[in-house]
């Protein structure tokens, strides 16, 4: 814990980024419940604007479903060409301060300001300072969260959000935690959450209460990783050089795919796109991974481990092929991916994979 507490790591998190790039863009839609991706027929929604969120939409909501929580919901489509111009603008201001700086997606970051190009103490007025900047050079609002690992800075930048930030002092680290609904922890899902409930776990404080013997009963490996996690100790280093463990591409269908004569023809594209992807990184890999999503929005992967390394579009295209006929469709189909993972290299970059929307 005496490393953890010489560190202080900020996290900087956009506010509803991609829907406040397409109001900054376009004034006519400020102050609006604006859904980026999808659409009222079809689609999942990318991401949604605060004025949305009032009404209960959410990302990786279905267009129709969002339209029916806010009637007056207005749709645009995605433009990542434009949300990657305006994150390297942001990343540069980051870049200012420390180099320490690990992504997480376009619209947030670690970085790791305990010895700054600044010489400033103050973690705090470091995350004030690069909002401030932010703001005023770019056009938006970010939040942020400042504490000794990179696990509990995330939690805090999501405390007073929009446009907000929170700072947990290393004395305040495991009573902040213990107050805290188990859902609310970075790495607890909702099925993860929904077990630990009935097992009556619902705050940091029962988590806490929870030996490493009972929580590796209930929780297999992940077991210790709650016990440390809820107590504050994390040894994650801030990576500025991320290592990409998997490259995926993926499509969602304006209409559902009843045939695999017609899934054979879209795959053919996806694995076009991931070959693409992979070379433009110089990347190959082993391990095949079918991704299918249903009209019930169910989700079932197929995988297949090959003995050699590919990146050509031919392979990933058969491979996949080989996968999709592997077993009967359940449903029809609305979204098909495939992924790339036990790759050959070590990359120096994130490889930052968008999914694309048809309408």
Same mark, same amino acid.
């Given at each position: 814990?005496?490393?953890?507490?010489?560190?202080?790591?900020?996290?900087?998190?956009?506010? %509803?980024?991609?829907?406040?790039?397409?109001?900054?863009?376009?004034?006519?839609?400020?102050?609006?419940?604006?859904?980026?991706?999808?659409?009222?027929?079809?689609?999942?929604?990318?991401?949604?604007?605060?004025?949305?969120?009032?009404?209960?939409?959410?990302?990786?909501?279905?267009?129709?479903?969002?339209?029916?929580?806010?009637?007056?919901?207005?749709?645009?489509?995605?433009?990542?060409?434009?949300?990657?111009?305006?994150?390297?603008?942001?990343? %540069?201001?980051?870049?200012?301060?420390?180099?320490?700086?690990?992504?997480?997606?376009?619209?947030?970051?670690?970085?790791?300001?305990?010895?700054?190009?600044?010489?400033?103490?103050?973690?705090?007025?470091?995350?004030?300072?690069?909002?401030?900047?932010?703001?005023?050079?770019?056009?938006?609002?970010?939040?942020?969260?400042?504490?000794?690992?990179?696990?509990? %800075?995330?939690?805090?930048?999501?405390?007073?959000?929009?446009?907000?930030?929170?700072?947990? &002092?290393?004395?305040?680290?495991?009573?902040?935690?213990?107050?805290?609904?188990?859902?609310?922890?970075?790495?607890?899902?909702?099925?993860?959450?929904?077990?630990?409930?009935?097992?009556?776990?619902?705050?940091?404080?029962?988590?806490?209460?929870?030996?490493?013997?009972?929580?590796?009963?209930?929780?297999?490996?992940?077991?210790?990783?709650?016990?440390?996690?809820?107590?504050?100790?994390?040894?994650?280093?801030?990576?500025?050089?991320?290592?990409?463990?998997?490259?995926?591409?993926?499509?969602?269908?304006?209409? &559902?795919?009843?045939?695999?004569?017609?899934?054979?023809?879209?795959?053919?594209?996806?694995?076009?796109?991931?070959?693409?992807?992979?070379?433009?990184?110089?990347?190959?890999?082993?391990?095949?991974?079918?991704?299918?999503?249903?009209?019930?929005?169910?989700?079932?992967?197929?995988?297949?481990?090959?003995?050699?390394?590919?990146?050509?579009?031919?392979?990933?295209?058969?491979? %996949?092929?080989?996968?999709?006929?592997?077993?009967?469709?359940?449903?029809?189909?609305?979204?098909?991916?495939?992924?790339?993972?036990?790759? &050959?290299?070590?990359?120096?970059?994130?490889?930052?994979?968008?999914?694309?929307?048809?309408?």
């Amino acid at each position: 814990m005496e490393e953890n507490q010489t560190r202080k790591i900020i996290h900087v998190d956009m506010d %509803a980024f991609y829907a406040s790039v397409e109001q900054m863009d376009n004034p006519e839609l400020k102050g609006k419940p604006l859904a980026v991706g999808g659409n009222e027929l079809r689609g999942v929604v990318s991401a949604a604007s605060y004025e949305a969120r009032k009404f209960g939409v959410r990302s990786a909501m279905s267009g129709v479903q969002a339209k029916r929580l806010c009637p007056g919901l207005i749709f645009v489509r995605p433009r990542f060409a434009r949300y990657k111009e305006i994150s390297k603008k942001i990343r %540069a201001i980051f870049k200012d301060y420390t180099d320490l700086v690990e992504p997480l997606s376009l619209d947030e970051a670690y970085l790791d300001v305990t010895v700054n190009k600044k010489g400033n103490p103050s973690a705090t007025l470091i995350a004030q300072e690069i909002r401030k900047r932010i703001y005023e050079e770019v056009g938006l609002t970010a939040s942020a969260g400042i504490s000794v690992n990179k696990f509990v %800075a995330k939690i805090a930048s999501d405390y007073n959000k929009p446009n907000g930030q929170k700072t947990i &002092n290393p004395e305040e680290v495991e009573s902040f935690l213990e107050g805290l609904d188990v859902k609310k922890f970075f790495g607890i899902g909702k099925v993860t959450a929904e077990k630990m409930y009935q097992l009556g776990i619902y705050t940091g404080s029962d988590l806490k209460a929870k030996s490493i013997e009972y929580l590796d009963e209930h929780f297999g490996k992940s077991g210790r990783h709650y016990y440390y996690l809820v107590r504050g100790i994390s040894n994650s280093a801030v990576k500025p050089n991320r290592t990409a463990k998997s490259v995926a591409a993926e499509h969602t269908f304006y209409t &559902n795919l009843t045939s695999e004569i017609f899934m054979e023809e879209k795959l053919e594209r996806i694995a076009e796109e991931l070959s693409r992807r992979l070379q433009k990184h110089k990347i190959s890999g082993k391990t095949v991974t079918l991704k299918i999503k249903y009209s019930d929005f169910t989700q079932q992967t197929r995988s297949k481990t090959l003995p050699y390394f590919i990146s050509d579009k031919g392979l990933l295209f058969e491979n %996949a092929k080989e996968l999709l006929y592997q077993e009967k469709m359940k449903d029809s189909v609305r979204l098909l991916g495939i992924s790339l993972s036990n790759l &050959n290299t070590e990359i120096k970059k994130t490889v930052v994979v968008q999914l694309r929307f048809e309408f």
